[in-house]
């Protein structure tokens, strides 16, 4: 059984999709309520705060996180989350760092784009045995690659 958390929308870029005021950017507990709400159980259902400190507890060794934690955290009532309990929550939803803080990003090596392909396509819920067409598709509208395989 897979114990990582499905993904039902993607992830490539959340930030974009977080509601935030104009020209400001968003809240901790704004990106923290963002991931909650887009990923999902396999079920469809959203993960509880009680099943995602769970998952934090039995996966990394001397977490220290409560669910009444994280739902102050959401609410936008924890002013400063310590960097512990950002990377766990980074480490159960599955996206980097830079999500929270974007200025990181500069760091990071740009990503393999087949890579960065698969996984949105599966947090997307597409089937993996289309998983190589929509690659095809997406290589030829961006002009970015060659089918090898004609060669």
Not at 36 to 53: D, H, L, M, Q, S
Not at 81 to 109: D, M, Q
Request: with cysteine; aromatic share 8%.
């Amino acid at each position: 059984m897979n114990n990582e958390p499905s993904r039902s929308r993607g992830q490539r870029d959340l930030r974009t999709n977080v509601p935030a005021p104009p020209g400001k950017q968003a809240s901790i507990g704004e990106l923290v309520e963002h991931l909650f709400a887009t990923t999902r159980k396999e079920n469809g259902r959203p993960y509880t705060n009680e099943e995602v400190c769970d998952w934090i507890r039995t996966h990394v060794p001397d977490a220290d996180t409560s669910p009444s934690y994280i739902a102050r955290i959401r609410r936008g009532l924890a002013d400063n989350p310590s960097r512990e309990v950002l990377r766990n929550l980074c480490l159960f939803f599955g996206v980097e760092a830079a999500y929270f803080f974007p200025e990181l990003s500069i760091f990071k090596p740009k990503e393999d784009s087949d890579r960065a392909v698969a996984v949105a396509l599966r947090t997307l819920g597409v089937d993996p045995a289309l998983t190589p067409y929509v690659h095809k598709i997406l290589q030829a509208m961006s002009g970015s690659g060659r089918d090898e395989s004609q060669e």
